[in-house]
């Protein structure tokens, strides 16, 4: 079965720390993979996509097929990146329909 | 343009009772979804629609029914209120599948008593 596992519910940084929020996948073929965040009081938003390979603000994540994950990236932490954020995972198995990872709520501390 | 439009934002049901919560876009999307959260869990696909008068299941449609009579509008019904129901339910749009950014309600939040 497809799944996405974001191992940390929570993760706790200082401002100007990197930071690492980790997302494994179960898939055998090519997938497409999300980063979504949510601000606190807004609505669920992409951050961003693989086949981007871009960089928003800040953040970035690379594909690794080898370990199956997609973790996100950033060098230095901001307070305003404190947010819950999803891993998704889309692929013509699932109909391309997203599936979703449990979430990792970010908090970044003065 | 509003975007994606969700009501009501709360709602109290008692065991047994029936809803629909509404879900509307204005940005001619094909695609429609339907997503309930649990605390502490993912989103979890309901229903979708790819578009006017097609719908289909998701992960977890027992317990729900929708339809697509419009590009628009996208409503949830409940039938038959139950305590498992009790979520935080998402709509959302996009224009298509895969790659596609999906854009989202702010959310209804839903207990069932």
């Known amino acids: 079965a497809q799944r996405v596992t974001q191992p940390e519910k929570l993760l706790s940084v200082f401002k100007g720390a990197p930071v690492e929020l980790k997302c494994n996948y179960s898939y055998s073929g090519s997938p497409e993979l999300f980063w979504y965040v949510q601000y606190s009081r807004q609505r669920l938003q992409l951050l961003l996509r693989h086949i981007s390979r871009e960089s928003i603000k800040g953040f970035t994540a690379d594909l690794n097929k080898g370990e199956t994950s997609f973790h996100l990236k950033k060098p230095f932490a901001q307070e305003e990146d404190s947010a819950m954020y999803y891993c998704?995972?889309?692929?013509?198995?699932?109909?391309?329909?997203?599936?979703w990872g449990a979430g990792t709520k970010l908090i970044i501390k003065p | 343009n509003a975007g994606v439009t969700q009501t009501p934002k709360f709602r109290i049901l008692k065991i047994g009772q029936s809803m629909t919560l509404q879900c509307t876009q204005d940005m001619n999307h094909n695609y429609m979804y339907w997503y309930r959260q649990d605390p502490g869990m993912g989103l979890k696909l309901i229903y979708y629609s790819v578009g006017a008068g097609i719908t289909d299941k998701g992960e977890v449609p027992n317990g729900y029914n929708v339809s697509r009579s419009t590009t628009e509008d996208f409503p949830l019904r409940l039938e038959l209120a139950a305590p498992s129901q009790t979520s935080v339910y998402f709509c959302?749009?996009?224009?298509?599948?895969?790659?596609?950014?999906?854009?989202f309600g702010p959310g209804t939040r839903l207990t069932v008593t």
């Open positions: 998704a995972l889309s692929n013509k198995d699932s109909n391309y329909q997203l599936i």
């Open positions: 959302a749009s996009s224009p298509y599948a895969g790659t596609y950014e999906q854009y």
